[in-house]
């Protein structure tokens, strides 16, 4: 049997979709770390540094205003898990 590699979760949140995409959208208001580089626009790229135990550089490779955003996991090294890599190629919707 194949193990479950997909995590979901939902948050309900007193907001209009176009408040909530505009928000996700601001990573370093929500992200706790470093964030360096652009987080709003489609292809924009960024980094996410939280000291030396996690990092990881994702792309925005999708943008629906008011409605989705997807980021690509390019790089990572996550200091917490065997696979320091894990994240490499997965998304984040």
């Known amino acids: 049997m194949e193990q479950q590699k997909d995590y979901n979760t939902s948050i309900v949140v007193d907001k209009s ?10 990573v370093s208001e929500w992200w706790q770390g470093e964030i360096k580089g652009d987080t709003r626009e489609l292809n924009d790229e960024f980094t996410y540094q939280m000291g030396d135990v996690h990092f990881s550089k994702q792309k925005v490779i ?3 205003p ?4 997807v980021w690509l996991v390019t790089e990572s090294e996550i200091n ?4 320091k890599k894990e994240w490499v190629d997965t998304k984040i919707v």
Do not use: C, P, R, Y
């Open 17 to 26: 979709a176009e408040e909530v995409f505009n928000d996700i959208n601001q």
């Open 62 to 64: 999708e943008s629906l």
């Open 66 to 69: 008011g409605k989705k955003v």
């Open 80 to 83: 917490f898990v065997t696979d």
